[in-house]
């Protein structure tokens, strides 16, 4: 899983402010996942991207979060005007075109909203 | 009914024991399965993916799919103090992509 980068590993806000998570995929992946894990709570998927496409967000939050993989460039989670709530590990994921069910991991994205 | 169970433990074994993990779904249109291992503060690595039922067998790690029962297995012989991590299940249906996953299974083995 070391492919999928994420940045920054670790990431602390006060409330109200906005967070922005970032993900390059593996080399020759066009899919990304965003997955978050809350304490005592397994992963939960968020949003599935492909390039300038969002193909599945039922998993994002209606309000504050939102997501884009641009043509060029990482893929960004983005949470406006963060609450404690929100702090949890985000994990980034990718896969490749015709092999879109082996899905591998970045190292994760952990956000502390004091 | 959650979309996927599975027993948080934890499980401790003595080093060598084989360890054994599930998680039960209800959803019977999946047909990708998988398990991951994740090390604490560390990205969930994948150790083993079947599809429909059947086994699969990758050095000490055995998966096993019961699509009858909605029930897969994860075995782990001669395990070692390495082994010790949160094992979790993950699945999804054919032509989507998204991943349920259960809530993981901490496991520990003791040299």
């Known amino acids: 899983n070391a492919g999928v980068m994420q940045n920054p590993r670790h990431l602390v806000r006060r409330r109200g402010q906005e967070a922005r998570l970032r993900c390059s995929p593996m080399k020759g992946h066009s899919h990304v996942y965003w997955y978050r894990q809350l304490p005592e709570e397994g992963l939960k998927f968020m949003v599935y991207l492909q390039k300038e496409n969002i193909i599945d967000e039922s998993g994002m939050p209606k309000e504050r979060f939102s997501a884009e993989f641009p043509k060029e460039g990482p893929s960004i989670l983005r949470i406006q005007q963060v609450v404690r709530g929100d702090s949890a590990a985000y994990f980034c994921?990718?896969?490749?075109?015709?092999?879109?069910?082996?899905?591998?991991f970045g190292e994760g994205s952990w956000l502390t909203v004091v | 009914q959650k979309e996927v169970e599975q027993d948080p433990g934890p499980l401790s074994v003595p080093e060598g024991a084989i360890v054994s993990l599930n998680c039960t779904y209800s959803n019977s249109a999946f047909q990708y399965f998988m398990w991951y291992r994740q090390y604490s503060r560390k990205g969930p690595e994948l150790l083993m993916y079947?599809?429909?039922?059947g086994n699969k067998e990758d050095g000490r790690f055995t998966a096993q799919v019961d699509k009858s029962s909605k029930y897969i297995s994860l075995f782990i012989r001669d395990s070692q103090p390495s082994d010790s991590a949160t094992y979790l299940c993950a699945m999804s249906a054919k032509g989507n992509n998204r991943l349920a996953f259960g809530k993981g299974n901490q496991v520990v083995v003791i040299p």
């Open positions: 994921a990718s896969s490749q075109q015709g092999d879109e069910n082996t899905i591998y």
């Open positions: 079947t599809y429909s039922s």
